[in-house]
């Protein structure tokens, strides 16, 4: 082949292969504002308490929703960045029932808040894209009430604080120098949750009824990033 084609292509690769490795090797802090596609699901549901009316029936127990999130980190220069991130608070609603009174659903609300500290590890794969593995933990601030067959009958509100872990794996690419696009999915255990007793006068006469669940999370997260 001619050495006017091969050094020209030789030094181009080198010039995309140093750039890509320029990018992962930048050292700075950087932010990000992110949107994400949450599927949640309340587990456990059959823990909530309502002794005495029959068995308990599962009721819609999946919510989805969108949401978003913003961080601050530092990228270390060796494919190694860290985070800390806030999600913004998100409503959700689950509902379970009795085989004794079918009609009588118990609607469970929570609204839930967190921050984490993530961690990532960037690799390059193919000239300005990377793939990433990322893990993280943190706090959530879970608040829960709701109410049994009608609006009126409500249930004392509660709030859990919750420590969290998270999974995830995604891939970005740098359209131009600093600038990120993220794109990911990340596994999120909530913890358990659960509503303060009945604020109701039930069959029994007694304040003994209590909405429980454990949430977690599938999200597929869309960022911008940029490192400073």
């Known amino acids: 082949m001619n050495k006017f084609i091969i050094i020209p292509t030789a030094l181009f690769l080198s010039g995309i292969f140093n750039t890509a490795l320029a990018a992962i090797n930048d050292e700075g802090y950087y932010a990000t504002a992110r949107i994400a596609k949450v599927w949640q699901k309340a587990h456990n549901m059959d823990t909530t308490s309502r002794p005495g009316v029959g ?10 929703f969108y ?3 913003i961080a601050a980190g530092y990228q270390y220069g060796n494919g190694w960045r860290t985070e800390v991130e806030y999600t913004f608070k998100n409503k959700s609603e689950y509902t379970s029932g009795s085989s004794r009174f079918t009609t009588s659903l118990n609607h469970h609300k929570v609204n839930t808040q967190r921050v984490m500290l993530n961690a990532y590890r960037d690799y390059n794969v193919y000239e300005n894209i990377f793939v990433y593995g ?20 409500t249930f004392d509100s509660n709030t859990d604080t919750n420590l969290v872990y998270s999974l995830g794996a995604g891939i970005s690419y740098e359209p131009i120098n600093k600038l990120n696009l993220d794109l990911g999915y990340r596994y ?23 909405m429980k669940a454990h949430l977690k999370s599938h999200e597929i997260n869309l960022g911008i990033r940029y490192t400073f």
């Open 134 to 153: 990322t893990a993280g933990l943190g706090i959530a601030k879970n608040e829960s009430s709701g109410w049994q067959n009608r609006p009126g009958n």
């Open 188 to 210: 999120v255990d909530l913890g358990k949750i659960e509503s303060g007793y009945n604020n109701f006068t039930n069959v029994r006469g007694l304040k003994d009824e209590q």
């Open 67 to 69: 949401n978003g999130s």
């Open 55 to 64: 068995q308990f029936v599962s009721g819609d127990e999946k919510d989805d």
